[in-house]
């Protein structure tokens, strides 16, 4: 069987990686006895003798002097950590007896290190220098490794006072390095163990990303999308980072130009970490404290892209970033605290796959003080932490997805029994209709004819409030609304026909003025609920009615064992594309005018013309009002001042005296720029100025 993608995948990297360190093979043969045996690995640590240099102009000449007289104090750790500095450091190792004629590499544990420096003495007490940089390309550098690393040989002979080789170290950032002496085979095992320990980091992250990317297209949840972003992100920056962009793909070039790629890419991770832990943590627009935090996150995350690109000092832009990324730890940590005593189960998860990432850093800082063997393992301990802190992230949000759609299919199993529990059951004024006394009468096929009112009242932009919410808070939320209307309907005579999730409809069979007073009602329902929403954070709801009157037929329908009660009508339909226009022209409660002719005193309510109104599915135009008692206070005002305006530009406008028409019209908009019904007539007055419409033309509007 041929081998799976994935295991290819892993192959080649390895291949890739591992084909850099072959020609250090060939010279194992180089390797001796003595002081040095075949496969010597030896870390310099704590017996290294080091001297600052802060103007950078010691020569190695004084340094050994000053080693010979006892005046160099020792390292004292495993690695000599400097932090942000322009200092030239110097290090004295001694050379042990038996050390000559050993042909040695010197290389380091940071791949960043500006400069790397090696005098070794000849026997006539001469220096010969050595110099290695990370800014090389790596098709020219002597040692085929990522780190600085410089291949030197010891004189067979040299004069017993001199049995020390000098070496500096440079940055442009941070130093933060170990030091090791090995012949051709231990810098072998050293790039190989290199190499299984990042070739296993990024098959791990890769297998993070494509797996979750194979998630995201069946969930399409937008959490799953912000992990791989991010993800992406931190693989490219972890790529960059350990050199395997320019090692693998561009040897050619400079190591100096990750001076701005790897700020970049690290802008990238941090920016698309805060929005992914925003969004994992559950914060959303309600939350008047943690939003703005992890948004403020995201935003600092954004500034190191400024600030690579701003000329400052790499020092000072890579200390930047660290700081970020520290106090990105610090803040995500504790609002995700903040989550979980707010309740939110998953935040635990979250803060757990942080305690991967501060285990590795505890791990470094161990080895770093000697506590741990000096092992590639012990030195990757950070870059592993990360890559647990991801492989729990993935955790967490297939622990919380399916969690969610635990909670979904309760919710699901709720509404199931709550539907068998009323699907039996129909309104008692729709028994009362068919002339029956009791649910138990009702049979299959019974019907009667009447002329009532129809409402129809929809929740606008419903799918974009639920996607904010978990299916419970849904379920909670339109429960509160129905609440809150479903009386007010009930108050003045009607009664719900059926309830279809945001929306319903509702019969009134007494007279429109009933249907219409309810509609204000509700609305003032509406703006009660909003007044509570605002105060816990939450964005304000709108809602849409459309009423019509016309001649109805309820009835039962459906087989021997579901009978269902329903209405069958053109009049239901147009009352549902009447609601349906409340979008178009931002209102909030439309009438046709047959239920506006039903009204006892339209005087008794504050209302205006639209228009006659061709909607989808009919052929003939619709008289539709638009009556504002419901709406705000402010929104009444300027209706109420802009409605004999409105009236005498809908008169010109379908008396074809455009330019008047557009004159009126525009006179409100400058009241009124929310007025989305003058908008519609200004636009197409103007239109009409400029492109005279035939002679059929009758002002019909067909809404789009």
């Known amino acids: 069987m041929p081998p799976s993608p994935r295991a290819m995948l892993v192959l080649a990297l390895l291949a890739a990686l591992s084909a850099q360190s072959l020609p250090l093979a060939a010279e194992a043969s180089a390797g001796g006895g003595g002081a040095f045996p075949e496969g010597c690995f030896r870390p310099l640590g704590p017996g290294l003798r080091v001297y600052e240099d802060p103007a950078g102009v010691a020569t190695p000449a004084e340094v050994l002097r000053m080693y010979g007289a006892g005046a160099l104090p020792s390292l004292g750790r495993a690695s000599l950590s400097a932090g942000y500095t322009s200092s030239t450091f110097w290090l004295v190792e001694p050379l042990p007896p038996g050390a000559e004629g050993e042909r040695l590499y010197l290389f380091t544990t940071d791949t960043g290190l500006y400069r790397l420096r090696l005098f070794v003495p000849g026997a006539d007490g001469s220096l010969e220098a050595y110099e290695g940089s990370y800014a090389q390309p790596y098709s020219r550098r002597a040692v085929p490794i990522a780190n600085p690393a410089l291949a030197f040989s010891i004189p067979e002979e040299m ?94 070039l400079p190591g100096s130009w990750t001076k701005t790629v790897s700020p970049l890419l690290g802008s990238a991770s941090l920016v698309l970490s805060a929005l992914f832990a925003k969004s994992f943590l559950g914060i959303g627009r309600e939350s008047k404290v943690l939003r703005p935090c992890m948004l403020a996150l995201a935003g600092l995350g954004g500034s190191l892209a400024a600030v690579s690109v701003s000329g400052l000092r790499y020092g000072l832009v890579s200390e930047y970033g660290n700081d ?210 605002a105060e816990r954070g939450a964005i304000p709801i709108r809602a849409g009615i459309g009423l019509h009157t016309g001649s109805l037929m309820l009835g039962i329908i459906g087989d021997a064992e579901r009978l269902e009660s329903t209405v069958l009508s053109d009049s239901v339909n147009l009352a549902s594309r009447v609601e349906k226009l409340n979008r178009f022209f931002g209102s909030s409660i439309l009438i046709t005018s047959a239920s506006f002719k039903d009204l006892q005193d339209p005087l008794e309510y504050r209302y205006r013309f639209l228009g006659r109104v061709k909607v989808k599915g009919k052929t003939e135009a619709a008289p539709i009002f638009e009556v504002f008692d419901g709406e705000p206070e402010a929104r009444r005002r300027l209706k109420l001042e802009t409605q004999r305006p409105f009236e005498q530009g809908l008169v010109a406008y379908l008396l074809r005296d455009f330019p008047r028409a557009r004159s009126f019209f525009s006179g409100i908009l400058r009241k009124d720029g929310d007025d989305r019904a003058a908008a519609y007539y200004y636009l197409h007055s103007k239109r009409a100025m400029e492109a005279e419409p035939g002679p059929g033309w009758d002002g019909t509007i067909e809404p789009a």
């Open 324 to 533: 970020l990324a520290s106090a990105f730890v610090v803040v995500v940590t504790v609002v995700a605290i903040a989550r979980i005593l707010q309740g939110y189960k998953p935040a635990a998860f979250f803060l757990l796959a942080n305690l991967g990432l501060v285990a590795g850093v505890l791990a470094y800082g161990l080895w770093e003080n000697g506590y741990l063997p000096n092992t590639v393992l012990a030195s990757s301990a950070t870059l592993l932490g990360q890559t647990l802190q991801l492989v729990l992230f993935s955790a967490s949000l297939a622990y919380r997805l399916g969690l969610e759609r635990r909670e979904r299919v309760s919710a699901q199993e709720a509404l199931l029994r709550q539907e068998e529990s009323f699907r039996r059951f129909v309104p008692l004024e729709f028994i009362e209709f068919l002339g029956k006394r009791d649910i138990g009468e009702i049979r299959l096929g019974q019907h009667v004819e009447k002329e009532m009112c129809v409402m129809f009242a929809d929740i606008r932009s419903f799918t974009s409030l639920s996607e904010a919410m978990t299916p419970r808070e849904t379920f909670d939320f339109i429960n509160d609304y129905l609440r809150r209307i479903v009386p007010t309907i009930k108050d003045y005579g009607g009664f719900i026909d059926k309830f279809m999730g945001d929306s319903i409809m509702a019969l009134f069979p007494n007279s429109a003025d009933d249907a219409l007073r309810a509609a204000i009602e509700m609305q003032g329902a509406i703006a009660s609920l909003n007044e509570e929403r």
């Open 159 to 252: 004069p017993p006072e001199d049995r020390a080789i000098v070496f500096s170290v440079r940055s442009d950032s941070s130093i933060h390095t170990s030091f090791v002496l090995a012949d051709a085979i231990g810098l072998y095992k050293f790039k190989l163990e290199r190499t299984v320990v990042l070739t296993s980091v990024f098959v791990v992250l890769i297998g993070l990303f494509l797996y979750n990317a194979f998630v995201l297209l069946f969930a399409k949840d937008r959490r799953y999308l912000s992990y791989i972003l991010y993800l992406g992100a931190y693989i490219l920056y972890l790529a960059d980072l350990h050199c395997l962009d320019f090692e693998l793909l561009f040897p050619g």
